[in-house]
């Protein structure tokens, strides 16, 4: 692995600078997923990818700017039948990682031909997915080829609804260089970036006046509450009605603690890499061999890979013995994680926060903690505690209840507040 230092200010202070002084950027020769001949983080060589999928030399600076685009494979109707009722367009955008850099990001927009009944215009959704794993092959828009993209449930209510849906892909999914999974800005501007890209699509019927909304559920959750957070200054431009927000990341500490070495433990070695990418963290000189190829094997996972990481012992990975959990809460990760807390600014719009008591993944009590603290901002939020078990059981009931939530905010309908109970 190569050693790389990053001061955040100097960086984000050139980004700002170079954003302003140039109409693109060039894309860097290593290591910023999302440009042109980024590596992994670990060296792993990443398999051959689709052409669509490989950024160009220079990247438009300002996000949101489609880059390319061509029909989708329909993950709702393999046969293509559908395409008499929806059509879904692949497209490649511009966005910014963490600390303003511009990248290339891949996701797919679907818009519905049937007339859109409501009390607005159509909507659009940006649609934040859930664990799709490191791979490039794990990419949603690639996945829904394949007939795996288990998003294709709450992607098929919303676009029943008759809202546009645009879904992303995220940073260095799909495209070059490690995916900083769980990394709390660049997934916030990948999904705000996603509603930009929906308005630049030719034939979207997506306008500057089209009501928006966010939503996602699990990592999913985490980067449409970032992105919530970050609307008011990153897209101010964009009608932003409401954020429906499932069991969000907005804790990774506590997050990391639950799943270390348990089943879910690849979660945990995504978040590592994720987050260490994201801050320019290189984790060999923490991790011994074992550890080293560990982290180079998921490298190339997906979530349906979970069983070959289920329950192994973290202390065996690291250089002192350490747990997973105690690496991140030392620096240089204490503080990396701690940037990726949510929960620290303002919603720009009202939300809903559908968390099961009895998830078995992310706490409950962290969608609870957000609530709270959004609520002491002077957000405007619902809070619903579900009753059905585990992680994977609260995602359906979320489905349904942000599809309630969307109707009403789209209406002009407010939502009760839950604040006193918070």
Request: hydrophobic share 40%; net charge neutral; charged share 15%.
């Amino acid at each position: 692995m190569k050693t790389r230092r990053r001061t955040v200010p100097a960086l984000a202070v050139a980004a700002a600078l170079a954003l302003v002084a140039a109409p693109v950027a060039s894309a860097g020769p290593g290591d910023v997923p999302g440009t042109a001949g980024a590596q992994t983080l670990t060296g792993t060589p990443e398999p051959a990818r689709p052409a669509f999928y490989e950024p160009p030399a220079t990247i438009p600076a300002t996000p949101g700017t489609i880059i390319r685009s061509e029909p989708a494979p329909l993950l709702l109707d393999p046969l293509g039948l559908s395409g008499s009722v929806v059509t879904a367009t692949r497209v490649m955008y511009s966005s910014t990682d963490s600390t303003g850099r511009p990248i290339a990001v891949t996701g797919t927009i679907f818009v519905p031909k049937t007339p859109y009944i409501g009390a607005s215009r159509r909507p659009f959704v940006s649609y934040a997915p859930g664990t799709q794993g490191l791979a490039d092959r794990c990419a949603p828009s690639r996945q829904m080829a394949e007939l795996v993209e288990y998003e294709g449930i709450g992607l098929t209510r919303t676009i029943g609804r008759g809202y546009a849906v645009g879904i992303t892909d995220y940073q260095g999914l799909g495209t070059p260089g490690t995916h900083t999974y769980v990394a709390r800005g660049a997934q916030g501007h990948a999904v705000l970036d996603m509603a930009r890209a929906a308005r630049n699509l030719q034939g979207s019927g997506v306008t500057s006046s089209t009501p928006v909304g966010l939503m996602g559920y699990s990592q999913g959750g985490g980067a449409a509450a970032s992105a919530a957070e970050l609307a008011g200054t990153y897209a101010p431009e964009l009608a932003i009605k409401g954020s429906a927000i499932g069991a969000p990341t907005a804790d990774l500490a506590s997050v990391g603690a639950n799943i270390d070495s348990s089943f879910y433990f690849a979660f945990a070695t995504f978040a590592l890499l994720g987050v260490a990418q994201d801050a320019g963290i290189d984790p060999e000189p923490y991790l011994n061999a074992d550890g080293v190829a560990l982290t180079s094997k998921v490298e190339g996972a997906c979530v349906f890979d979970l069983f070959d990481y289920s329950f192994k012992d973290s202390r065996r990975y690291t250089a002192d013995g350490s747990s997973l959990t105690e690496l991140l809460g030392r620096e240089p990760f204490a503080s990396a994680v701690d940037e990726q807390r949510i929960g620290r600014r303002t919603p720009n719009a009202p939300v809903v926060i559908n968390h099961a008591v009895a998830d078995d993944v992310i706490p409950y009590a962290g969608g609870k903690q957000l609530g709270s603290d959004w609520c002491d901002r002077g957000s405007r939020v619902t809070f619903n505690a579900g009753i059905t078990p585990t992680h994977l059981g609260g995602f359906l009931p979320h489905v349904e209840k942000s599809m309630l939530f969307f109707e009403a905010r789209f209406a002009g309908l407010n939502q009760p507040s839950s604040c006193w109970r918070l």
